[in-house]
């Protein structure tokens, strides 16, 4: 009896229909994307402490000099005697999924045809991973409070149509924020006050007036985003200002914080230098940049990169610049912003960075406390990838990252802010 040749759905090749050819230049998509993983890769590379049966990660921290040292005469009773001061932090993990889809018809056809530049499971599984290492990223910059937006939403009449405000651009600039995701829209205590997954249908690229536009995946109705609402991605926060995210630098360099269970106010000792100004812009200078970098020296830290977005380093460059002095025009050049350091270290410009502000880092004391690697169930189950759906014919794949961002020496790390 003849095998039966498999008919691809058409609706599941949908996503592939546009890349069909019928003459190839290339077997491979040439990704449209920013795909480095700068500060991610960094912290894997350096400070990533792994623990397969940990929960959680405890920093022991010395606090304090001992009170027993003093200066006598002869035969004077000594000063009283005294000890170490200690603490801890503590850092939960937090759980980070990936889960991709791959309908069986879409396998079948692309396993059996030459039809298409992508092999299906090679490209989600290959690429669902670059995805989920640059919401890492995402992540890693923020201060593990589980919003996608940098500010509040200006607030919109009911619609299906959200407003940005100009404030949130940076988050399509960046690719924060894009077509199809799950998003949640509300406040810190009800973070689906507005909207509880409703999926982004359309992005509109503007520096002064960006907008999205969402459809309801579940339920129907207009949304009315208030001018106290942020955007979150669908069940990232959880009432009460609880967040599902790991935290990131703009949290852990921070004065005012909560970090692995410590307050600055009770704990003074666990801040970091943060220099900004009320709110109001100011131009980058060299005695703005030396008054953080003295600040920070001052703590007993050591700064060892500085992270700015990239308008930063190249208004760093800009300042340098009029001062290069050539005897004539032999080799001259020009542009290279990613050249100048500050005090003998790189200015790195990151284009996940924050806008406005330059990060004094002491690389070694930010660390990353995991179970591991990112690992598909398989690693833990057996057999392959993706595994069949029961009662769908689709096969599902789950990509898990266990861990937590944390700090062993808050105050060697720093941030110049507010700048224009």
Not at 25 to 31: A, F, K, N
Not at 113 to 137: H, L, S, Y
Not at 179 to 190: F, K
Not at 207 to 216: D, E, L, V
């Amino acid at each position: 009896m003849p095998l039966s040749t498999p008919v691809a759905n058409p609706a599941g090749i949908t996503a592939v229909q546009d890349i069909l050819k019928e003459v190839w230049v290339t077997d491979t998509l040439e990704s449209q994307l920013y795909e480095d993983t700068i500060v991610l890769d960094w912290i894997e590379n350096v400070t990533e402490y792994t623990d397969s049966d940990g929960l959680k990660a405890t920093v022991p921290l010395r606090t304090g000099r001992t009170g027993g040292v003093s200066a006598r005469g002869i035969g004077q009773q000594l000063g009283a005697a005294s000890h170490q001061s200690a603490a801890k932090a503590t850092y939960n993990y937090k759980n980070l999924y990936l889960q991709v889809q791959v309908f069986g018809p879409v396998v079948a056809k692309m396993e059996t045809q030459r039809q298409a530049a992508v092999r299906e499971i090679d490209f989600e599984v290959k690429n669902g991973i670059e995805d989920f290492r640059r919401d890492m990223c995402r992540q890693l910059q923020r201060a593990g409070a589980g919003v996608l937006t940098v500010a509040n939403l200006p607030g919109s009449a009911a619609g299906l149509t959200i407003d940005l405000g100009a404030a949130n651009y940076p988050i399509i600039d960046r690719g924060w924020i894009y077509v199809d995701q799950l998003i949640d829209i509300g406040d810190a205590a009800a973070p689906t006050a507005a909207a509880g997954s409703y999926r982004i249908a359309s992005v509109v690229d503007s520096t002064s007036a960006p907008q999205i536009a969402i459809s309801s995946d579940s339920t129907s109705g207009n949304v009315t985003a208030l001018a106290t609402h942020q955007i979150s991605l669908a069940g990232n926060r959880v009432a009460g200002g609880v967040s599902n995210e790991i935290n990131g630098i703009e949290g852990l360099v921070d004065d005012t914080s909560t970090v692995g269970g410590l307050s600055p106010a009770t704990s003074p000792y666990w801040k970091a230098v943060k220099d900004f100004n009320a709110g109001t812009p100011r131009a980058l200078s060299i005695p703005l940049m030396n008054n953080v970098w003295r600040k920070i020296k001052q703590r007993g830290g050591r700064t060892e990169v500085l992270l700015a977005d990239l308008v930063q380093q190249q208004k760093y460059y800009e300042l340098l610049q009029p001062q290069v002095r050539f005897a004539g025009d032999t080799r001259l050049a020009a542009g290279n912003v990613e050249g100048p350091n500050f005090n003998t270290v790189q200015l790195i410009g990151d284009p996940d960075s924050l806008p406005n502000r330059i990060y004094f880092m002491n690389k070694s004391s930010i660390q990353l406390y995991s179970a591991g690697g990112i690992a598909w169930q398989n690693q833990t189950t057996g057999g392959d990838i993706l595994a069949w759906r029961q009662d769908y014919d689709a096969f599902v794949g789950r990509a898990a990252k266990y861990g937590q961002i944390g700090t062993n020496r808050r105050a060697s790390n720093g941030v110049l802010g507010d700048l224009s």
